[in-house]
């Protein structure tokens, strides 16, 4: 299988490497077709495989073909590619907010893969959410889901809607952590310790936390109700939290990104 991966941004330079490392081709195997000429230097210097600066008939041996460019650069992008494409070549886009429709319409293509990852697939603890056409193979869709679980796990879904969605949870969710961590750093500092100790406290709690649910079969509320007990800090932690809306407040700025992810497919 020849892999052809189109950007070689951040996510493009991650699947390279996640797929090189588990070994699921070789770097004879891989290319990337990256236009910016400091970018291609830099992964030449990654022995990552082939890198090329301009479409050309190279394009057209690759079996799969990964979209990792941003959503505001695809227009020009499929102009110049589209001479090189045939309807067997199977696209893997993780690009946001541009629907596998779009994609098929500017191409030809037919076998196209559209997901969402996050940014926690650098170092393999990825969520990527992914979905199909018609014309992808049940073997193609196994062989893609592979590759994309080399970078953290894997969710199918039937319905395109879905990766909206998923843009909205697991997409941009990293951000929400890092929002909530941000604020238990800063009023750990307000409360008297220093950066480094409030960074160790706040995301030693994340962790463990993490790891705790991992581990164990309780809900969140489960797991609510044994650190918080009647009358005690975390209750009054959690009624100041409900007084707040907090958890409302989060559920709106949710569906804001579900929203946006949305508009965003009607524009690109
Ligand atoms: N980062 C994330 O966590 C994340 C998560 C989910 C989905 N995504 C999606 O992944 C895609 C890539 O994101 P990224 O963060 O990797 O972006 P990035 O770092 O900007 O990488 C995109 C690369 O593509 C290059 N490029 C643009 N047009 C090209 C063309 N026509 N031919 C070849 N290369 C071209 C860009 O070059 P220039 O720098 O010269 O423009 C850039 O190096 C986006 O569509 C984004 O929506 C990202």
Known sequence: ????????????KTYAKSFLNAHIVTSDQLSI???SEEKAKELNKLNLGQVFGTPGHYVKEADLIVLAVKPQDVALLFKSIKPYIDNQQVFLSIMAGVDISTISAHLGAVKVIRAMP??????GKGMTVFTSSADVTRIELVTVQNLLNATGKTLYVEKEKS??????????GPAYVFYFMKVM??????????RSEAELL??????????????????????????????GTTEAALS????????????????AAFHRAIELSKLN
């Open 1 to 12: 299988m020849q892999i052809l991966i189109i950007g070689g941004g951040n996510m493009g």
């Open 33 to 35: 077709l990256e236009k």
């Open 118 to 123: 996050n940014l926690p697939a650098q170092i």
């Open 163 to 172: 990766i909206d969605a998923a843009t909205a949870v697991s997409g941009s």
């Open 185 to 194: 750093i800063d009023t750990a500092i307000e409360m008297g310790f220093s």
């Open 202 to 231: 706040s995301i030693q709690t994340f962790a463990g936390a993490v790891d705790l649910y991992n581990k164990f079969n309780f809900s969140c509320e489960e797991w609510i109700g044994k650190v918080a007990s009647r009358g």
């Open 240 to 255: 100041t939290f409900d007084k707040t809306l907090v958890s409302s407040d989060i559920n709106e700025g949710m569906y």
